[in-house]
């Protein structure tokens, strides 16, 4: 069979990458088939070539059956991208409903082949790897015919049994056309043999293979995804699920209490990268809101997915009726738009990290009942640039991809800021902690963003800059921008004052110099309650703090002031929210304006006169307004005043959030001269509570006022649609002054008796109320001892356990310090030891190289010895021994010269060994000395010391052992050449022998 190297013809059209089979768990019957053929497990069909993109290699080690000689076909080697099948008959294409289902493209399989009316032979490119495409030759050129790319190849098959007509058949599944009107054809093909066919399944076998990290290139690569967005809600009859439209570039049109369904497709586009495989979603959460923490983000549970090749998808429902969904739930007023985020976390194949997409969207909600006749737009479409960089290990050839960061194109043109800091661990457990708890919310809580987008900036300037030129005189639009948006929070100093008309005050500013450092009779019921005020801020929170300072000295300065009011409570809140804004200088003359010109002190004037005066205009607001629950309040006994003091008297900064008191603060600041601000809050907040507050009894009210209320208003989307509320509640001044006349009209005409026995019931359903709370609080104070006390006693025992732990490890540390005394006096003494044996090594070894070269010259002179003597012995008579031609009387009385030189030498051999003898025995005395050093320390006797001491001992015992059979060598040496002389008759004189060799 010929094969074809190529490159990759489908990297165009590779733009989302290749098939992930994960979504089928079961295997294709072309993949049970070639297991059957081959004889191998999966592992041996892991067809992954080493090619261009440089993925890993796995080689086959299955043994295919030999076909016929003409029909014989072999795969290339696996370093190759596409296979090239010749005389591949390609039989046509039918449509399909099901791409997945192998039981209906076995049927049409089977149809084709039977027809064959459209049959052409074709040559078949069959590509390994998942960017390849699937491309058909006409049969023996290069003409292209068609070309599939894997990635929209949905399912192979191959054909049925032996007998059967599709036993040399195949077909595969593509999707042809957009996602929404996707239209789905079986290409079936017949081959030349059913080996063929297996070698072809092998091939889209290894081209579906999930693609690996390792195939991306070296360095920073960057990847473009499509991501849209589609909210669905349930029918009228809870069949089915019906999209929802938008309006604008951003934002759904929803309704209340409708069960939703949140759809996200994912889409890699750009050919230029390779396809990332995504394999499922780990997770998908929800937030009401624009600036969310970590705690805002609800998991929605029984979230699905798939991946048809195409786009990753994904499917979550979430029931709005639930109470961390309130906000995308309640109708939102006028134009006001709530916003919602959806984080989204895939898993990418060889990825250790999740790819974490994050999409915001604003929504309008309408009533249920809402009927929407232009459905228009439905998707939302968000582009997000991921950014990799290739961070490699210590091993060679080996790392991994590391996320940059993945940003969205909305974050690039600014249009919303990026939500990831706010996802951080900078919003804390304890926050998410407070929100599910019982305890009431402190003052001073929350946290206000100081950013601002950039056109808002640009909107303020342009008003500033006209307002400053003029301050008597507001700009046009600033009611409005107010009422909507709010002041931003960098701008609320010189906004707030300009709104009041600080900017003449001069004499007030003189004022108070002089009035802060007076004297007040209210100075230690003012110290009292400093402390409570704001405790959860950071400016308030520390006893003696600058804040505190500040705000003792701004109250007491008032109370001098105006000596009529004097003090309340508070009036301590009113002034810490104008001080967490200005200089103290400012917020007193911004807090004197607040108090005169919008009706404060009226409220605290002659007994609180003024206060009873709003508690009878707000209850028949409420039984204008809201008749349904001002019937529940009279039912339950709830009276006004029990929950509207608080409001009024601290115009909302005591328990609500920062951020929900500085906007009700705008708003106050705008509009509270002309508009009775305060009843349009108050009417909002009840309002908007309303259905909660009609399922609760007395306790449950009371306790919804003091602590749920306050703490649904953490999220700012809730604090934006309760203004927008506020503003639309119609409430004139002459409503007002009419309800405020009637209530005079009504006192004056009641019997003196009949109103004092009146208040008489109010003040005793005052005082059981108040008692109520009394034993509620002081049986918390006994729950709360007795806890303290439990963990106290936890906390007495926890730390006795620690102290006899710490002097447990005190012990050990200090027998730790003695053993490493000791080990280092051992050290010492061992490497004292060791210098001397190094010495004496030393010196051994220069004895022993004397010793060497005295033997070398005693065995040369030995041998020069010997040889004359062999030459003396070679000239005596053999019969008697001496010279042939002399006279024997004569030879025998005269001294042979030659006996007394070999005596010589004798005598000097005796001489070097008594110097052997003596050297042993110095050795030897070394030996013994050591003996006695290594055994003085019976302590250390099994210690390394010992160990160290008897191997040193042993290296000198080998040392001196090397001496002896040196010194033996030599003496080995002269007794053989004693022996020679004795076997060749040479006599020695046994006395001088024996005495030299004692």
């Excluded at 399909?96 to 027809?115: F, G, V």
């Excluded at 063929?196 to 081209?207: K, R």
């Excluded at 342009?462 to 921008?481: C, D, F, G």
Aim: proline share 4%; with cysteine.
């Amino acid at each position: 069979m010929a094969a074809r190297e190529t490159g990759d013809p489908g990297k165009e059209a590779s733009q989302s990458g290749a098939m992930d089979r994960t979504s089928s768990p079961a295997k294709p019957q072309w993949l049970e088939d070639a297991d059957k053929t081959v004889g191998a497990s999966d592992d041996n069909l892991d067809l992954r070539s080493t090619n261009s993109n440089g993925s890993d290699n796995r080689n086959s080690s299955a043994t295919l059956p030999t076909p016929p000689e003409d029909d014989r076909i072999s795969l290339p080697s696996e370093t190759e991208d596409h296979v090239l099948f010749p005389n591949v008959v390609y039989l046509g294409a039918a449509s399909m409903r099901s791409p997945r289902a192998e039981a209906e493209i076995m049927k049409y399989l089977a149809t084709l082949s039977r027809e064959e009316k459209t049959s052409v032979l074709v040559d078949l490119l069959v590509p390994r790897i998942p960017q390849g495409t699937v491309v058909l030759y006409e049969q023996g050129t290069e003409d292209e015919v068609a070309k599939y790319p894997v990635f929209r190849i949905i399912f192979c098959a191959k054909g049925g049994k032996t007998t059967d007509t599709t036993s040399n058949c195949f077909a595969f599944t593509f999707g042809h056309g957009s996602n929404e009107e996707a239209v789905f054809l079986c290409h079936a093909f017949r081959c030349q043999s059913a080996e063929q066919v297996t070698n072809i399944m092998m091939c889209f076998a290894s081209a579906f293979r999930k693609p690996v990290t390792s195939r991306l290139s070296q360095g920073e690569l960057a990847f473009v995804f499509d991501v849209s967005v589609e909210i669905k809600e349930e029918d009228s009859k809870g069949a089915a699920y019906a999209a929802c439209p938008r309006e604008g570039r951003d934002c759904f049109k929803l309704r209340a209490n409708l069960p939703k369904e949140i759809v996200v497709h994912v889409l890699q586009v750009g050919p230029e990268n390779p396809h990332l495989s995504l394999e499922k979603c780990s997770g998908v959460w929800l937030a009401a809101g624009k600036n969310i923490s970590r705690s805002d983000l609800q998991r929605l549970s029984g979230e699905s997915w798939s991946n048809n090749g195409k786009q990753f998808n994904v499917f979550c429902r979430f029931d709005p009726r639930e109470e961390k969904f309130l906000l995308l739930n309640t109708e939102t007023p006028g134009e006001h738009r709530s916003y919602m985020t959806i984080v989204v976390d895939i898993t990418v194949a060889g990825f250790e990290e999740t790819l974490t997409f994050i999409i915001r969207s604003k929504a309008r909600i309408f009533p249920p009942s809402e009927k929407f006749w232009m459905p228009g737009r439905r998707q939302l479409q968000e582009t997000f640039f991921l950014r990799l960089f290739w961070k490699a290990t210590k091993e060679s050839n080996k790392g991994f991809y590391k996320v940059i960061n993945l940003e969205s194109q909305s974050q690039r043109e600014g249009r919303f800021p990026s939500v990831l800091p706010a996802l951080d661990a900078s919003s804390s457990e304890d926050e998410t902690a407070d929100s599910d708890s019982d305890e009431q919310m402190l003052s001073g809580s929350g946290r206000v963003s100081r950013e601002c987008e950039e056109g808002e900036l640009k909107v303020w300037s342009e008003i500033l800059t006209k307002w400053r030129t003029n301050l008597a005189v507001r700009p046009k639009y600033l009611n409005s921008i107010i009422r909507r948006d709010g002041i931003p929070q960098s701008l609320r100093c010189e906004v707030w004052q300009n709104l009041a008309g600080c900017f003449n005050s001069d004499e007030l500013l003189e004022k108070y110099k002089s009035l802060s450092v007076q004297d007040s009779p209210w100075e230690s019921e003012i110290t009292k309650d400093i402390s409570r005020t704001f405790p959860a801020h950071e400016f308030f929170k520390e006893a003696g703090s600058e804040g505190q300072d500040q705000l003792f000295r701004v109250i007491k300065a008032y109370s001098i002031y105006d000596p009529e009011t004097g003090y309340s409570q508070s009036l301590s809140f009113i002034a810490a929210t104008i001080l967490l804004q200005m200089p103290e200088e400012n917020a007193f003359c911004l807090f004197v304006r607040v108090m005169e010109n919008y009706g404060v002190r009226e409220m605290m004037r002659n007994d609180f006169e003024g206060l009873r005066v709003r508690f009878h205009q707000l209850n028949c607001l409420i039984e204008e307004k809201i008749p349904d629950l001002h019937f529940h309040l009279q039912d339950t006994g709830v009276e006004v005043h029990m929950f509207a003091t608080q409001w009024f008297l601290t115009l909302f900064t005591a328990r609500f959030p920062l951020f929900c008191v500085f906007r009700v603060f705008d708003l106050f600041l705008c509009d509270g001269q002309n508009v009775p601000v305060l009843f349009q809050v108050a009417i909002a907040l009840l309002r908007l509570a309303k259905n909660d507050l009609l399922s609760l009894d007395f306790e449950g009210i009371l306790r919804f006022f003091r602590l749920t209320l306050p703490k649904r208003y953490k999220n700012e989307d809730f604090v934006s649609v309760l203004l927008q509320q506020a503003v639309t509640e119609k409430i004139s001044r002459k409503k007002m002054a009419q309800y405020e006349a009637a209530q005079v009209q009504e006192r004056n005409a009641e019997d003196p008796l009949e109103r004092a026995k009146k208040d008489t019931r109010e003040l005793m359903g005052t005082v059981m109320r108040l008692e109520r709370e009394n034993d509620q609080l002081a049986h918390e104070l006994i729950n709360g001892k007795i806890q303290l006390r439990s963990e106290l006693d936890n906390a007495e025992d926890m730390n006795e356990l620690q102290q006899k732990e710490i002097a447990r490890l005190n012990c050990l540390v200090i027998d730790a310090e003695d053993e490493t005394k000791r080990l280092r006096d051992e050290a010492s003494m061992v490497k004292e030891l060791c210098r001397n044996m190094e010495n004496e090594t030393r010196r051994i070894e220069e004895s022993k190289s004397q010793y060497k070269q005295i033997n070398l010259q005693l065995e040369k002179r030995l041998e020069i010895m010997t040889a004359k003597l062999h030459s003396v012995q070679n000239g005596l008579c053999k019969a008697c021994k001496f010279p042939p031609d002399g006279d024997t009387a004569q030879s025998n009385c005269q001294t042979n010269p030659d006996e007394e030189k070999i005596k010589m030498l004798e005598l000097e051999l005796a001489r070097t060994k008594l110097a052997l003898v003596e050297k042993e025995c110095y050795t030897q005395e070394l030996l013994h000395q050591l003996n006695l050093a290594s055994q003085g320390d019976q302590a250390s006797k099994n210690s390394w010391l010992s160990k160290t001491t008897k191997s040193l001992g042993t290296m000198v015992g080998v040392g001196s052992s090397f001496e002896r059979r040196t010194s033996g060598s030599a003496s080995s040496v002269a007794r053989n050449s004693f022996s020679n002389s004795k076997d060749t008759g040479v006599e020695r004189e046994p006395s001088n022998s024996s005495h030299d060799l004692s």
